[in-house]
């Protein structure tokens, strides 16, 4: 069975403070995706990371997928009260299983001004 | 870009009766649906899995007779929560992904927006 673990689960920093998110896995997954969600919406996807190594940055974020591509992070930089929500990772399982994703617990960021 | 749209977004209902909810894929053809349930704050509970025309494959400890799931087109899949209960109420979301080789567009999978069901 394939998890992810996630931390950590809960989060409460002031703006302009840097926080780093992490998921670790045993399993190896083709590809790992994060997610930051809204209260009542849907996810909605930041960033796939794929190759071993990777590392993607989207504005104040960075995301990095691990060597093995068992772990993945997510570090923010100078977090901003619009940053507040919940942030998912997932892992894309393996193939011939409808490529479900394996998720993390996610990570309930507050940012206070 | 591709998009889910869920419906109702939120749906209150008496105990004891069922409610559907509905996911559409706009612009492109959902060959699989995911649906999930979610608490607050908390993560995604993967429900079942289900393919267009096929039967939907349940996660363990999920009551299929209960949770009726549809996939009946490549554009439509609906979740029915039959004979609802208090402990029913939660945050619903689908997730669709369309078929084809597994590719760098494919890595993506669309969310609904969620709906809020909450029985009284």
């Known amino acids: 069975t394939q998890l992810l673990e996630q931390s950590p689960q809960f989060l409460s920093i002031q703006e302009g403070e840097n926080l780093t998110v992490y998921c670790n896995s045993s399993?190896?997954?083709?590809?790992l995706q994060w997610y930051r969600q809204e209260p009542g919406e849907g996810p909605v996807l930041l960033v796939t990371?794929?190759?071993g190594g990777e590392v993607k940055k989207l504005k104040r974020l960075t995301f990095q997928f691990g060597d093995a591509r068992k772990d993945s992070s997510l570090h923010i930089t100078a977090a901003q009260p619009g940053d507040t929500g919940l942030y998912l990772c997932?892992?894309?399982?393996?193939?011939?299983?409808?490529?479900?994703?394996?998720w993390g617990l996610g990570t309930s960021l507050a940012v206070n001004p | 870009g591709a998009v889910v749209s869920q419906h109702p977004s939120r749906v209150i209902c008496k105990s004891g009766t069922s409610v559907k909810i509905e996911c559409r894929s706009l612009?492109?053809?959902?060959?699989?649906m995911f649906w999930y349930r979610q608490f607050p704050k908390q993560s995604l509970m993967l429900m079942a899995t289900?393919?267009?025309?096929?039967?939907?494959?349940?996660e363990q400890g999920v009551e299929k007779d209960k949770f009726l799931i549809n996939h009946a087109s490549l554009t439509l899949s609906t979740l029915t929560v039959t004979s609802a209960h208090p402990e029913d109420s939660s945050f619903y979301i689908c997730?669709?992904?369309?078929?084809?080789?597994?590719?760098?567009?494919?890595?993506?999978?669309?969310f609904g927006s969620g709906t809020r069901l909450t029985v009284v």
């Open positions: 997932a892992g894309a399982g393996n193939a011939g299983n409808n490529r479900k994703l394996i």
């Open positions: 399993s190896v997954f083709s590809s």
């Open positions: 612009d492109f053809q959902a060959t699989t």
């Open positions: 289900s393919n267009e025309g096929s039967k939907a494959t349940y």
């Open positions: 997730s669709a992904r369309s078929g084809g080789v597994w590719g760098p567009l494919n890595y993506g999978y669309t």
């Open positions: 990371v794929v190759t």
